[in-house]
């Protein structure tokens, strides 16, 4: 079993920047990919961003220029950098981890709102 856990999320203005991390944990085979997704009320769970172990980055369009993913293989780890926020931001940020299986943290809430 793989567990995950976000932390970083909180409530900022728009035009301000968070920076979300999720550390994985478990029986983790490599190689894997890792990601953000983020699910706002009432609306699906989208992609936000994956990177790969050989660090081949996707991401949504609407977070183009705005957010930066990264990650740190030894200590399984991933980062979402979120500059520039924006009201439509406000979301459940959600870590995954895709190798074997599927997995997901928890989510952690982020709030952009003046």
């Known amino acids: 079993q793989v567990q995950l856990v976000e932390s970083g999320g909180g409530l900022v203005q728009p035009g301000g920047s968070l920076r979300l991390s999720c550390v994985a944990s478990g029986s983790i085979f490599s190689p894997y990919v890792m990601g953000w997704y983020r699910q706002a009320p009432g609306e699906q769970r989208d992609l936000v961003a994956t990177i790969t172990s050989g660090l081949n980055r996707n991401y949504a369009d609407s977070v183009k220029g705005r957010f930066t993913i990264s990650r740190d293989n030894a200590k399984n780890m991933v980062y979402l950098q979120m500059n520039s926020l924006k009201v439509e931001d406000t979301a459940v940020y959600y870590c995954?981890?895709?190798?074997?299986?599927?997995?997901w943290g928890k989510g952690t809430l982020v709030t952009v709102s003046s």
């Open positions: 995954n981890l895709k190798s074997v299986g599927d997995y």
